[in-house]
Each structure stands twice: as structure tokens, then as C-alpha cells.
Nanobody
Framework: QVQLVESGGGLVQAGGSLRLSCAAS????????MSWFRQAPGKEREFVAG????????SYADSVKGRFTISRDNAKNTVTLQMSSLKPEDTAVYYC????????????????WGQGTQVTVSS
């Protein structure tokens, strides 16, 4: 079965960095656009960053542009989110998601989801 497994979350001080990874199995990885979403307590799940099947095109939420970088390795079936200059408002559970159709900011369009990894940024 399809599995997306996130790792790399944790507690970091404001201004610090974290690197999230998502390992995919059970799917043809290079057929899927991949994205990261996040959900803070009491808030809706929101798009953070996405990357197309080939990795040529990326997209970012305005709130993370210039601070986060998404990348993928189709040979290793992994997608990574490098986060820097972290802010307390980045605190959330971060989810990896796969979309067979296209890179999209709408969470409902994604086919598979990971279980999430907690990122906590202290002030």
C-alpha cells in the first residue's frame, strides 16, 4: 500500500532551521506532484510548498517564500522541505501529500497523505 512517512520535525527556537523529509513507497513516485501542508491547532490545513513531478516547478505560500525550499529526489522517492528563519507562527503539524494530477494548493485534490510531523518554534 502507499505510504508517505514524514520525519525531521521537532522543537526549534525562532530564527532557527529544520529539515523535513518525506519518504514515499507503494506508488510510482515520479508520477506525482508532491506538496507540504501544515495545520495549526484550531486552524484549517494550509498549503506550504509544492513541487511538480520532474522538480522543475515549485510553488510556495506567501508566508514562507524566501524562507522555505522544497526539493525532491525521484531516485530515492523522497521530498524535502528545508525551513529556515523559522517563526513561532510556523508552529504546526506538517504533512506530506501526493497528487497524481497536478501541483495544487487545494488539500482536497491530493490522493495520499502522510501522518504528519510536529514542528514547534519557540519565541
Amino acid at each position: 500500500q502507499v505510504q508517505l512517512v514524514e520525519s525531521g520535525g521537532g522543537l526549534v527556537q525562532a530564527g532557527g532551521s529544520l529539515r523535513l523529509s518525506c519518504a514515499a513507497s507503494g506508488l510510482t513516485f515520479n508520477a506525482y506532484a508532491m506538496s507540504w501542508f501544515r495545520q495549526a491547532p484550531g486552524k484549517e490545513r494550509e498549503f506550504v510548498a509544492g513541487i511538480t513531478r520532474t522538480g522543475v516547478t515549485t510553488s510556495y505560500a506567501d508566508s514562507v517564500k524566501g524562507r522555505f525550499t522544497i526539493s525532491r529526489d525521484n531516485a530515492k522517492n523522497t521530498v524535502t522541505l528545508q525551513m529556515s528563519s523559522l517563526k513561532p507562527e510556523d508552529t504546526a503539524v506538517y504533512y506530506c501529500a501526493a497528487n497524481l494530477r497536478t501541483l495544487h494548493t487545494f488539500a482536497g485534490s491530493y490522493d495520499y497523505w502522510g501522518q504528519g510531523t510536529q514542528v514547534t518554534v519557540s519565541s
